[in-house]
Structure formats: C-alpha cells, structure tokens
C-alpha cells in the first residue's frame, strides 16, 4: 500500500486523498462553482512544488529511510511492555498534542506509561491535527482553560511535531495557564522549509509553511519554561530547526529516536517523565 510519510506519522495515500476529497466536495456542495474548486485544485498544486529557499537544510536520505522501521513496528501496533519510571512526587497535568496528520491515539502509549506514574493526562480535544487555523487554536484555548478550571492547576503542554508548535504559540496566548512547554521534534527555529515533508504540508494545508492563517511568531520563545526534545536521527526535521537556538527556547535535550519515535520510544518517554519531574 503506498504510503508517504508525515511531521509525526506515516498515512496512507488513500486516506489522505479521502479526507481532502470529502473536504473539497463539501465546499463545493455549499456553493462554490466547478471553476473554483479546480482553482483550489491547482494552487495547492503549485503549493507542493514551490522551491525552498537556499538556507533550507532537509534531513539526509538515509534517515527519512531510517523511519520506516518505525513505521513497521506502528503496523504491529503499539508497545505493550510497562516502562521502569519513577513514582511523580508531585503529579502534574498534561495535555498531549499529536503531529501532523496524527491522531491523538497516536500517543495513547506515552499517555498511559505518564497516567501509570500518577500524572493526569488529557488528549487535545481537536482529534487529528491537519494544520493550524484561528478556529482550531480557539477551540485548543478553551480546552486549556477548561482543563485548568477543572483540575485546579496549571499544566504542561507536551508537542510532537507540529503538536509542539500549537503548544507554543498557546503558551504564548495564555502563559497563565501553562507552567511548561515540552516541543518534541517541532520545527520551530530556523527556516520551516528544513524538513522533509513541506511539500506535503502545502498540498494538504492549502497554504505556504513561511504563511500559516493564524498570527506566529515560531522562534520566539514562550514565557513560560520551554523545552525542545531533538535527535540527530530524526530523518523528517532537520535537527537544527528542533534544537533551536539559546533564547528559542530554555533548554535543548537530545534524544536518539527517530522522529516518529517520539511518539512511543522508552527514551521519549522517559525524557518527558523527567521534564514533568522537573517542572
């Protein structure tokens, strides 16, 4: 089955065509003539074959190949085994935001070994992540806020992928409400064309990486505690766009996962546990 390979996961061909079909037909069926949508049709075209600027720095070959590993362990299905961590002295709450064209259910294994230790953990609330707008990042404001009146405390944001960047820019909308921000192979710094799946975004997203529809502002550091998870194996974000530079972010943890490693690795997850430990 073809597949092709995403900020956080590998989706099939047809499900992705599907999903966009059913959105495209739906706008059509509100109203807009034949012409637009083959309008739409073609710009996305032209989205997916733009060139990246000259700085541009995509991670090797050999490592976008290396992820397939990751994928064949994901078609098993997840890992079963408990991992060894420490007993949270001072359980936290965490909401867990999933990478691009990835489900929440995606990261259910990280969630469950974080639960086990005794944190609370809350999925996003918006199901797969398909790319920002101003609708989604309202409705990920209110599930913030809901989530902070519910359990009396502030929390900590954990982000895969692109996940991180919506965590980032949360922190920044609403710093009184998150104590830390934990990015995970997020392309935050940089240029956001060092990667392997721009391409990709545009067609799917409809708009450029360098022009997201919602206001950002992608290096500059949130005013809470940010931490920035990267690994030199990552073969689908260039390591230096998720390390960032100092002042991007407080801290910077290498890691020796793949990028779709973050989701389930015992080394990931172990780093998160200890950032909640931490924080």
């Given at each position: ?6 900020q ?16 495209w ?65 001072h ?67 954990v ?22 921000v ?5 392309p ?92």
């Amino acid at each position: 089955m073809p597949f092709i390979l995403q900020q956080g996961s590998f989706v099939t061909m047809e499900a992705m065509v599907a999903t966009q079909v059913m959105q495209w037909s739906s706008r059509f069926a509100e109203g807009n003539r034949l012409s637009d949508f083959g309008e739409q049709l073609a710009r996305r075209a032209r989205l997916a074959f733009d060139s990246a600027p000259e700085q541009a720095r995509s991670p090797a070959l050999r490592l976008l190949l290396g992820e397939t590993g990751s994928f064949a362990q994901s078609l098993v299905g997840r890992p079963r085994q408990e991992l060894e961590l420490e007993r949270a002295e001072h359980p936290r709450v965490v909401i867990l935001l999933p990478g691009f064209a990835t489900h929440p259910q995606r990261m259910r294994y990280m969630a469950e070994q974080l639960e086990g230790i005794g944190h609370t953990v809350k999925r996003w609330g918006l199901g797969f992540n398909f790319g920002p707008t101003e609708e989604n990042f309202e409705l990920l404001s209110h599930r913030v806020e809901d989530v902070r009146e519910r359990y009396g405390q502030n929390m900590v944001l954990v982000g895969w992928s692109l996940g991180g960047i919506f965590a980032r820019e949360i922190a920044k909308r609403h710093p009184d409400l998150v104590d830390k921000v934990v990015t995970m192979g997020s392309p935050f710094s940089h240029t956001p064309y060092s990667n392997n799946v721009w391409r990709i975004y545009q067609l799917v997203t409809g708009h450029s990486v360098a022009s997201p529809p919602v206001e950002a502002r992608l290096p500059e550091k949130p005013p809470v505690e940010t931490v920035a998870l990267w690994s030199p194996r990552d073969g689908v974000i260039a390591p230096r766009s998720a390390c960032g530079r100092p002042g991007e972010r407080d801290r910077a943890v290498a890691l020796r996962c793949t990028h779709l490693g973050f989701s389930n690795s015992p080394e990931a997850i172990r780093a998160v546990a200890r950032e909640l430990a931490a924080s």
